[in-house]
């Protein structure tokens, strides 16, 4: 089996935000769940650098755009690597193989007929980078109330009307396509109107920062055509030493986008493939937004987002992953603040894992010269119940992980914990030990054996936490088949006392 995750490729006008950096956490955790599966796994993330807006970031600077480019990229590397994101490719668009295969793509489509010459006249909107009709416009803004301006010029045009029909079919035929259901039918409702055909050039002479038109040298493609080929060409598309690699990767593609960009995904860019006859991707997926105080969408252009850096000084980056994907319903819009996050944090990594995690290596020093008695009550009930439920975390885990819902797969994670948490109160160690260290022995063994198994679970969202808990239980990795096993941990081995891993936030 084999995962190809992407994220959008973000846009260098200006450095990454929390929105960014929300999307390529959950595309990392995505990633790094299949990859512990066993699974081959590849991530794609990247930067949209033509267009519009990056010509005017850069000439705001008085600089060209290619620098500004160079100078921004960097920033988003950067903030992955303190992210602890692993991705395998970082796609920049000014890339010259990348513009090599978006010319041979625009030649091709070209010469069969499906791109052709008119004159535009319409409204256009530069902070979106997209055209409207005039019937799209609502209060002289476009319909997401952004402002516009009239143009009349000659342009290339995409035959887009011609695939409605069969979209449409893909999509009803296909119902994992469009994740999550609501998206779909979101959608499936745009497609109830007439498709019209795509302007994809812009004269040199009103914006020159883009790909060329090999057809026409006066003009370049617009940047949605270059940027979304972006997914296809970093793994080899049009790229005959690469086709291995690419017929390898395509069929497994899953799109993570923002809802707000899922059109230029689910329309333009799946009729686009038809055209090129390239088959379409396996999944598309829209999350919802972080929110502001006010409930609407944190943005750059209204200058209320938050630098994903600035939450380094409030609270560790991997708890703030584990935030991302447990809090917000993947899909769902959500609000951020320090308050929901560290109510969250304080609850689920303080008091039950972090506290898990510190009471049973406690106990193991206190009593057992910090070596592990191997020994489980398989008569006992709730050690019953409990080694049941360990057996059925990690398939629990990989549905939900396959199904893109991972707060889902947290939750079983954290039932389970909790139960644990449970048997401890029940069977308080810290007192049986005093008088019946064999049983209070047995205790531990169990308890200790959910937390491997669980901390295991959650390797993916919190990496870096994870492997410092694991050299406490005096391990090394993190394997799917052990988490699928209940009796990892041997007799005499050595545990050490935990440094507190969640420290609990004020
Ligand atoms: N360059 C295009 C994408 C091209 S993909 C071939 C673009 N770039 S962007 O930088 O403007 O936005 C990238 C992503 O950030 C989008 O998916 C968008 O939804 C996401 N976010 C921007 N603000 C956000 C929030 N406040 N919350 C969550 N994600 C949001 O669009």
């Given at each position: 089996m084999?995962?190809?995750?992407?994220?959008?490729?973000?846009?260098?006008?200006?450095?990454?935000?929390?929105?960014?950096?929300?999307?390529?956490?959950?595309?990392?955790?995505l990633?790094?769940?299949?990859?512990l599966?066993?699974?081959?796994?590849?991530?794609?993330?990247?930067?949209?650098?033509?267009?519009q807006?990056?010509?005017?970031?850069?000439?705001?600077?008085?600089?060209?755009?290619?620098?500004?480019?160079?100078?921004?990229?960097?920033n988003?590397?950067?903030?992955?690597?303190?992210?602890?994101?692993?991705?395998?490719?970082?796609?920049?668009?000014?890339?010259?193989?990348?513009?090599?295969?978006?010319?041979?793509?625009?030649?091709?489509?070209?010469?069969?007929?499906?791109?052709?010459?008119?004159?535009?006249?319409?409204?256009?909107?530069?902070?979106?980078?997209?055209?409207?009709?005039?019937?799209?416009?609502?209060?002289?803004?476009?319909?997401?109330g952004?402002?516009?301006?009239?143009?009349?010029?000659?342009?290339?045009?995409?035959?887009m009307?011609?695939?409605?029909?069969?979209?449409?079919?893909?999509?009803?035929?296909?119902?994992?396509?469009?994740?999550?259901?609501?998206?779909?039918?979101?959608?499936?409702?745009?497609?109830?109107?007439?498709?019209t055909?795509?302007?994809?050039?812009?004269?040199?002479?009103?914006?020159?920062?883009?790909?060329?038109?090999?057809?026409?040298?006066?003009?370049?493609?617009?940047?949605?055509?270059?940027?979304?080929?972006?997914?296809?060409?970093?793994?080899?598309?049009n790229?005959?030493?690469?086709?291995?690699?690419?017929?390898?990767?395509?069929?497994v593609?899953?799109?993570?986008?923002?809802?707000?960009?899922?059109?230029?995904?689910a329309?333009?860019?799946?009729?686009?493939?038809?055209?090129?006859e390239?088959?379409?991707?396996?999944?598309?997926?829209?999350?919802?937004?972080?929110?502001?105080?006010?409930?609407?969408?944190?943005?750059?252009?209204?200058?209320?987002?938050?630098?994903?850096?600035?939450?380094?000084?409030?609270?560790?980056?991997?708890?703030?992953?584990?935030?991302?994907a447990?809090?917000?319903?993947?899909?769902?819009?959500?609000?951020?603040?320090?308050?929901?996050?560290?109510n969250r944090?304080?609850?689920?990594?303080?008091?039950?894992?972090g506290?898990?995690?510190s009471?049973?290596?406690?106990?193991?020093?206190?009593?057992?010269?910090?070596?592990?008695?191997?020994?489980?009550?398989?008569?006992?009930?709730?050690?019953?119940?409990?080694?049941?439920?360990?057996?059925?975390?990690?398939?629990?885990?990989?549905k939900?992980?396959?199904?893109?819902?991972?707060?889902?797969?947290?939750?079983?994670?954290?039932?389970?914990?909790?139960?644990?948490?449970?048997?401890?109160?029940?069977?308080?160690?810290?007192?049986?030990?005093?008088?019946?260290?064999?049983?209070?022995?047995?205790?531990?063994?169990?308890?200790?054996?959910?937390?491997?198994?669980?901390?295991?679970?959650?390797?993916?969202?919190?990496?870096?936490?994870v492997?410092?808990?694991?050299?406490?239980l005096g391990?090394?990795?993190?394997?799917?088949?052990?988490?699928?096993?209940?009796d990892?941990?041997?007799?005499?081995?050595?545990?050490?006392?935990?440094?507190?891993?969640?420290?609990?936030l004020?």
């Open positions: 084999a995962f190809y995750i992407t994220t959008p490729l973000y846009y260098v006008n200006d450095i990454p935000h929390i929105g960014h950096a929300y999307c390529t956490v959950m595309c990392d955790i990633n790094r769940y299949h990859k599966f066993g699974e081959e796994t590849l991530m794609l993330t990247g930067t949209d650098e033509h267009g807006k990056c010509e005017q970031a850069a000439s705001a600077k008085g600089i060209t755009p290619q620098a500004h480019c160079d100078s921004m990229a960097p988003f590397k950067k903030v992955w690597d303190e992210f602890n994101i692993s991705y395998d490719i970082f796609f920049r668009t000014t890339d010259n193989f990348h513009k090599e295969s978006v010319q041979k793509a625009l030649q091709d489509l070209f010469d069969k007929g499906e791109i052709y010459e008119a004159t535009y006249e319409g409204w256009y909107s530069v902070s979106e980078e997209i055209f409207y009709t005039e019937k799209e416009i609502v209060d002289g803004k476009s319909p997401t952004k402002p516009v301006s009239k143009i009349s010029e000659k342009n290339y045009f995409f035959k009307s011609k695939y409605q029909e069969r979209l449409i079919k893909h999509i009803n035929d296909n119902p994992g396509f469009i994740k999550p259901e609501s998206r779909k039918n979101e959608v499936l409702g745009f497609l109830k109107k007439d498709l055909d795509l302007c994809i050039s812009r004269p040199k002479e009103r914006m020159g920062w883009g790909i060329e038109i090999p057809f026409d040298k006066d003009y370049v493609t617009y940047v949605w055509f270059d940027a979304l080929l972006n997914y296809a060409t970093g793994i080899g598309y790229q005959k030493e690469k086709s291995e690699a690419f017929k390898k990767w395509w069929p593609a899953n799109h993570v986008v923002g809802k707000d960009i899922l059109t230029t995904h329309v333009y860019w799946t009729t686009m493939l038809m055209a090129l390239v088959p379409l991707p396996k999944s598309i997926f829209a999350h919802g937004w972080l929110l502001n105080k006010s409930n609407e969408k944190m943005s750059k252009s209204e200058g209320d987002v938050i630098n994903p850096m600035d939450f380094k000084d409030i609270v560790d980056i991997d708890p703030l992953r584990y935030y991302f447990r809090d917000i319903h993947f899909g769902n819009d959500s609000p951020i603040s320090k308050d929901i996050i560290f944090l304080n609850n689920e990594l303080s008091n039950n894992l506290n898990l995690l009471r049973t290596t406690n106990l193991i020093t206190k009593f057992y010269d910090g070596k592990l008695v191997k020994k489980i009550n398989t008569s006992d009930e709730t050690v019953k119940k409990l080694m049941a439920l360990c057996k059925d975390l990690p398939e629990l885990v990989k939900d992980i396959n199904d893109f819902k991972p707060s889902y797969a947290i939750e079983h994670i954290i039932n389970v914990l909790n139960e644990c948490n449970r048997y401890l109160e029940e069977t308080a160690p810290w007192k049986l030990a005093k008088t019946d260290t064999d049983a209070a022995a047995e205790v531990l063994y169990v308890a200790l054996e959910i937390l491997r198994i669980c901390s295991g679970l959650l390797y993916p969202v919190m990496p870096s936490k492997i410092a808990l694991y050299e406490t391990l090394k990795e993190v394997t799917w088949d052990k988490l699928c096993q209940f990892v941990l041997t007799d005499g081995q050595s545990i050490s006392k935990a440094t507190p891993l969640f420290p609990r004020q």
